[in-house]
Nanobody, 123 residues
């Protein structure tokens, strides 16, 4: 089974950039579609981006489209979220998730989750 560990969060000013990384253990990483979700204080966990097993299918939540880029490296068992032009409303805990099968924007479809990494964007 794959285990997920996120890193790369932190405090950044509005307009800045961060790159989140998600390291996956296990030999079957390439069989999972991957997703990024975020959860702000007092709010539900929301979809951010998802990428298929071979990276040929990618979807973004509307508010991050054009600012965030999801990618993966199956040789390194890594998935990334490059976040540019950050806004205060991007502040949240960001979670990496994995699911067998195709991409999905529904958190309940994902079987495996990391512990999350905090992203704080100051105005």
């Amino acid at each position: 089974q794959v285990q997920l560990v996120e890193s790369g969060g932190g405090l950044v000013q509005a307009g800045g950039s961060l790159r989140l990384s998600c390291a996956a253990s296990g030999r079957t990483f390439s069989s999972y579609a991957m997703g990024w979700f975020r959860q702000a204080p007092g709010k539900e966990r929301w979809f951010v981006a998802t990428i298929s097993r071979t990276a040929d299918t990618i979807y973004y939540e509307t508010s991050v489209k054009g600012r965030f880029t999801i990618s993966r490296d199956n040789r390194k068992n890594m998935v990334y979220l490059q976040m540019n032009s950050l806004k205060p409303e991007d502040t949240a805990v960001y979670y990496c998730a994995a699911r067998t099968g195709t991409v999905s924007d529904i958190s309940a479809h994902y079987e495996l989750w990391g512990q999350g990494t905090q992203v704080t964007v100051s105005s």
